[in-house]
């Protein structure tokens, strides 16, 4: 397997060679915990999440990414923002394939299913809104996570 290297305003990084919409789901128990996984191929945490796949929409994609790495079933029930900032990229080494980022947060309840970690989580917890960021997590997890948590009137563009 890969690994995934983040960067942000390097100009040390390689080129962007692809722009592909993806998701990240903020998902919420009923004790107010985010569900969170911890990356197999850099180790960091955050939020379950992917690229969305010809003929699903965006919340089919939330979804199915928030089953595949997680085990938990959801609702999609809100949007936070969108998030499309050049100067992050992300270098999947596997395929070099190199990223410009292009995602959706979208918020959502569990409705079944059983924390279980996959071949893209090493674990899969329930963790403390107030504690979700300190954990060894990427900037822009971070910063989608304090945007969820500020709860924005309206969707951030950013």
């Not at 305003?9 to 969170?36: H, R, Y």
């Not at 089953?67 to 936070?80: F, N």
Request: with cysteine; proline share 7%.
């Amino acid at each position: 397997m890969g690994r995934r290297i983040d960067y942000y305003d390097d100009p040390n990084a390689p080129k962007a060679n692809s722009l592909v919409p993806s998701v990240n789901v903020v998902v919420t128990n009923d004790e107010g915990e985010i569900l969170m996984i911890r990356r197999t191929d850099n180790d960091n945490w955050a939020l379950p999440g992917g690229a969305i796949d010809l003929g699903e929409s965006i919340a089919e994609a939330g979804v199915r990414e928030t089953k595949e790495e997680t085990g938990i079933d959801c609702e999609i029930t809100g949007l936070v923002g969108l998030y499309s900032d050049p100067k992050h990229l992300i270098h999947y080494t596997s395929n070099d394939e190199v990223r410009q980022e292009f995602s959706i947060l979208l918020t959502a309840r569990p409705t079944g299913g059983a924390p279980r970690p996959s071949d893209e989580s090493r674990e899969v917890l329930w963790v403390p809104a107030e504690t979700a960021t300190d954990r060894k997590i990427d900037r822009s997890m971070r910063l989608r996570i304090g945007h969820f948590l500020s709860s924005p009137a309206n969707p951030i563009i950013a």
